[in-house]
């Protein structure tokens, strides 16, 4: 089996949502990489953002494997912003978790560690999100929605600024002659419409969805 680490967020995590909820499905997570021929070191976090995962990486470095690969799945979150804080000031600035130029910075650098560890990092764009779902889960709570989209300017723009962040991992990548695990090409050439790939928030995998995860997983590494 192939060793592989996975620095990321949710996504590689094993989270589902089900009837409204968040729900780890790591046994279904376990048995895809088996099913794939993978040997998966998880180090991924619900939530994480790259500054996060530099001090998971810093505190798990030592079991990097030298020729091994090293997934670094980052950038949903990073784009992220406070809706809350949104709702209640749509007329003011607001700034997302990681700015770009932070996270442009910090994603070099984890290649960088990883490879001074002898590893093989593999940058991964990120899954394409389902924005009208998405926009209707972070108002579930009863936040205002005509405040936030007042913010926004429209919906779409949800889906543009996470696009930008899987496009800079895509850029940075190239430039740094590293692997690239190309998660968002496979959701959309997926037959059945990548929408149908993704639970009620928009954001996360649903089962059909992590068997493609996992599937893209074995062929980058094959290759």
Same mark, same amino acid.
């Given at each position: 089996?192939?060793?592989?680490?996975?620095?990321?967020?949710? $996504?590689?995590?094993?989270?589902?949502?089900?009837?409204?909820?968040?729900?780890?499905?790591?046994?279904?997570?376990?048995?895809?990489?088996?099913?794939?021929?993978?040997?998966?070191?998880?180090?991924?976090? @619900?939530?994480?953002?790259?500054?996060?995962?530099?001090? $998971?990486?810093?505190?798990?470095?030592?079991?990097?494997?030298?020729?091994?690969?090293?997934?670094?799945?980052?950038?949903?979150?990073?784009?992220?912003?406070?809706?809350?804080?949104?709702?209640?000031?749509?007329?003011?600035? &607001?700034?997302?978790?990681?700015?770009?130029?932070? @996270?442009?910075?910090?994603?070099?650098?984890?290649?960088?560690?990883?490879?001074?560890?002898?590893?093989?990092?593999?940058?991964?764009?990120?899954?394409?999100?389902?924005?009208? %779902?998405?926009?209707?889960? $972070?108002?579930?709570?009863?936040?205002?929605?005509?405040? $936030?989209?007042?913010?926004?300017?429209?919906?779409?723009?949800?889906?543009?600024? &996470?696009?930008?962040?899987?496009?800079?991992?895509?850029?940075?990548?190239?430039?740094?002659?590293?692997?690239?695990?190309?998660?968002?090409?496979?959701?959309?050439?997926?037959?059945?419409?990548? %929408?149908?790939?993704?639970?009620?928030?928009?954001? &996360?995998?649903?089962?059909?969805?992590?068997?493609?995860?996992?599937?893209?997983?074995?062929?980058?590494?094959?290759?």
């Amino acid at each position: 089996m192939t060793l592989v680490s996975i620095l990321g967020d949710s $996504i590689f995590r094993g989270i589902t949502v089900e009837n409204g909820k968040y729900r780890l499905r790591r046994a279904f997570r376990d048995e895809l990489a088996e099913r794939y021929g993978l040997c998966v070191r998880d180090l991924c976090r @619900f939530g994480a953002v790259i500054g996060k995962g530099m001090e $998971i990486f810093a505190k798990n470095a030592g079991s990097v494997i030298a020729g091994g690969f090293t997934v670094i799945e980052y950038g949903g979150n990073d784009c992220d912003y406070e809706w809350e804080d949104i709702a209640k000031a749509p007329s003011g600035s &607001h700034i997302c978790r990681t700015p770009p130029e932070l @996270f442009d910075r910090e994603y070099r650098q984890m290649i960088t560690e990883v490879r001074r560890k002898g590893g093989i990092p593999l940058a991964s764009t990120l899954p394409p999100i389902d924005a009208d %779902r998405y926009f209707d889960w $972070i108002c579930r709570g009863g936040l205002d929605r005509n405040a $936030i989209l007042s913010w926004l300017g429209d919906v779409g723009h949800i889906f543009r600024w &996470h696009e930008s962040y899987s496009d800079a991992v895509a850029r940075i990548a190239r430039e740094e002659k590293c692997g690239i695990l190309d998660l968002r090409s496979a959701f959309f050439a997926a037959p059945e419409g990548y %929408r149908s790939l993704l639970c009620e928030d928009g954001i &996360h995998p649903n089962g059909r969805g992590q068997d493609l995860l996992y599937r893209t997983l074995s062929e980058a590494v094959a290759a």
